[in-house]
């Protein structure tokens, strides 16, 4: 291995491609996946929108896309991908797969995150006549903020994970680099040095996530 014939500058832009490509993805995981898990639990057995069919359409959706390996996901949401992005490569191409993989993910988090605050919270709030949305707003999401924040972290970490997996289908960033230089031409430097910044990427966002998360609850 020779560190020293490394084209360090298409090591940069492939991860400035994983950066945006995770930044993106997880703006609209939290705007589709807060709203989407906030009415999986207010539709779920015994909460105050209490709707089963609503509740079970919503489960099946969010499990069965859950379930599906991202690859095969990549794979199958190409033409869908050309509709919406315009192209299924590069950033652009990686960002419906990603947020169709992760959204699920992040509502199943939020969804829990609310089950284990004290439903006290919730009467409190229906025992001085507010509705369901200034509960939601005023009391639920503010007392879940720090799970939230705490799910939003674990997301991107996946995010980095599945935009990886995104370079088979040329998707760009870090995994295209170490697919098409690590593993097709033997580069085993590309390869290593890839894995290197995505660990590197994964411990920065823990460790921030775990500082912010500390901050919030000394509060």
Same mark, same amino acid.
């Given at each position: 291995?020779?560190? $020293? ?10 991860? =400035? ?15 589709? &996946?807060?709203?989407? $898990? ?9 909460? +105050? ?16 896309? %859950?379930? =599906? ?15 919406? *992005? ?7 191409? *990686? ?30 709030? %229906?025992? +001085? ?17 720090? &799970? ?23 998707? $760009? &960033? ?7 230089? $690590? ?6 430097? =590309? +390869?290593?040095?890839? =894995? ?24």
């Amino acid at each position: 291995m020779n560190f $020293g014939n490394i084209d360090w500058l298409l090591i940069g832009e492939a991860t =400035v491609d994983t950066l945006l490509m995770t930044g993106f993805s997880l703006l609209f995981t939290v705007v589709i &996946g807060l709203p989407l $898990g906030v009415v999986l639990f207010l539709t779920s057995p015994r909460q +105050m929108l209490s709707n089963t069919i609503v509740y079970q359409v919503l489960s099946f959706i969010v499990n069965v896309l %859950r379930s =599906v390996p991202f690859l095969i996901l990549l794979i199958v949401m190409i033409p869908l991908t050309r509709v919406l *992005a315009g192209t299924s490569l590069g950033v652009e191409g *990686a960002v419906p797969p990603l947020v169709a993989s992760a959204a699920p993910f992040f509502a199943r988090l939020v969804e829990n995150v609310l089950r284990e605050l004290d439903p006290g919270v919730s009467e409190a709030c %229906r025992a +001085m006549g507010a509705n369901s949305r200034q509960t939601v707003l005023l009391a639920l999401l503010p007392e879940a903020t720090t &799970g939230i924040i705490a799910a939003v972290i674990v997301t991107a970490i996946a995010l980095v994970g599945y935009s990886a997996m995104s370079g088979v289908i040329g998707g $760009g &960033g870090l995994g295209d680099l170490a697919l098409r230089f $690590g593993y097709q031409r033997y580069q085993t430097d =590309v +390869m290593i040095v890839t =894995v290197v910044i995505l660990v590197i990427m994964v411990q920065l966002l823990q460790v921030f996530g775990d500082r912010l998360v500390a901050r919030l609850n000394r509060k």
